[in-house]
């Protein structure tokens, strides 16, 4: 089946450290691959998007690249701010039926 | 602000009961989706609607039921409501039924007591 699995959260750092939040699918076919950013009391937004393999999403500082070998998608950013925190959600959309599964979400906390 | 409207945006409700989640997509997107987000299933896609016709249905209940009316918004009907399904519902919108952006709303807070 499809599914997308994500690290637990919740993660802490200090404003300008590097973060990593993983994320690996298991997925028939080739998804399309997200991630989604939730800031607190708001609806998700799309953070950056992948296609197809090794195609790179980036946006507002963060990066993530579609590995199928290793079906992973993680996301990174080299200095995070105190406005990232919010949580994370990494997500799959199969291409066909159009489904799409979500990962249960990180949290990040960015203290100054 | 996305441009998706979602009301109401607190529903208590008991057991048993019936209620309708209303969402307006951003002008000029034809395609809607609902979502549920617990705390135990984490974020679950429901179904999708184009221009009035479904388009995937995804971890919808039985007991759930959604259209899309001819003015683009779309209703989310959930039934013989029990303590599970409290969580926050999501619509989302996009401008076809493929598009890779979807918009989401503020979301439906649903409390069964």
């Known amino acids: 089946g499809n599914s997308v699995t994500q690290m637990e959260g919740p993660v802490t750092l200090s404003e300008e450290a590097f973060l990593t939040i993983n994320c690996t699918y298991t997925?028939?076919?080739?998804?399309?691959l997200f991630w989604y950013v939730q800031y607190p009391g708001e609806g998700l937004q799309l953070l950056l998007k992948?296609?197809?393999?090794?195609d790179k999403g980036s946006n507002k500082g963060f990066e993530a690249t579609y590995r199928k070998e290793t079906t992973s998608f993680h996301l990174e950013k080299g200095s995070v701010q105190v406005s990232d925190s919010a949580v994370y959600f990494c997500?799959?959309?199969?291409?066909?039926?159009?489904?799409?599964?979500f990962g249960t979400g990180t949290s990040l906390t960015v203290i100054p | 602000d996305s441009g998706v409207t979602q009301t109401p945006k607190h529903l208590i409700t008991a057991t048993g009961q019936r209620v309708t989640l209303r969402c307006s997509p951003r002008?000029?997107?034809?395609?809607v989706y609902w979502y549920q987000q617990s705390l135990d299933q984490g974020l679950q896609f429901l179904i999708q609607?184009?221009?009035?016709?479904?388009?995937a249905k995804g971890n919808i209940l039985e007991r759930f039921s959604a259209q899309q009316f001819p003015d683009l918004h779309s209703e989310l009907n959930l039934s013989s409501l029990e303590l599970g399904d409290s969580a926050l519902y999501f619509c989302?919108?996009?401008?076809?039924?493929?598009?890779?952006?979807?918009?989401f709303g503020p979301g439906t807070r649903l409390t069964v007591t």
């Open positions: 989302a919108s996009s401008e076809l039924p493929d598009s890779y952006e979807q918009y």
């Open positions: 992948a296609t197809k393999a090794d």
């Open positions: 002008s000029g997107d034809l395609s």
């Open positions: 997500a799959l959309r199969t291409r066909t039926g159009n489904q799409f599964y």
């Open positions: 609607y184009y221009n009035g016709e479904e388009r």
């Open positions: 997925a028939t076919g080739y998804p399309s």
